[in-house]
């Protein structure tokens, strides 16, 4: 797998639909849907690069641990909310310490051997953005890093919240100005 995304760079947009507002990144792979889905889903695969889910998917919820994050991260319920193999994946889940719900909506769309990987993320407010479109940023960053062979440890996040905070700020600034 192979991607066309330059990691110095935000490359996150907005998507508005009626009230509410999303965060919007894309990645490309060199690659079937199906190794993307793996990828993205399968938890061995999934510890690579961001971290693990456990129970049963089948149950309507798994019990996740970004693992990336360090030691002492706490899990986090996520609720499956649509799953579409290879294709649809959309999950909400409450981080620990937050009131704000997130929803991720996943699409992989393949088109001559390539896989487009859309992720979504609704976004509530300017402030949440400025650490979360850096951080989602980093996150596929590093999925692209495991699934191309390149070093993951290479993706610094410190990096990519010093070079790309200020787009995401001024991306959702609106929201700020809202409350």
Known sequence: MTEDHDPV?????????GD???LVLERSFRAPAVDVWAAITEPDRLERWIGTW??????????VR?????EDAQAEVFTID?????????????????????HVEVDLVESAGATTLTFRQSMP???LATSVGPGWEYYLDRLVAVETGRD???????????????HYTELFADLRQAR
Do not use: H, N
């Open 125 to 127: 407010d300017a402030d």
């Open 152 to 166: 993951v440890a290479a993706v610094d996040f410190d990096l990519y919240l010093r070079r790309m905070s200020g």
């Open 54 to 63: 456990t129970g049963d998917p089948a149950s309507g919820s798994v019990l």
């Open 66 to 70: 970004m693992t990336a994050e360090g």
């Open 82 to 102: 649509e799953c579409d193999p290879p294709r649809r994946l959309v999950v909400t889940s409450t981080p620990p310490g937050s009131d704000a719900a997130w």
């Open 9 to 17: 760079v935000a490359s996150g947009r907005r998507e508005d639909r």
């Open 20 to 22: 509410q507002s999303l």
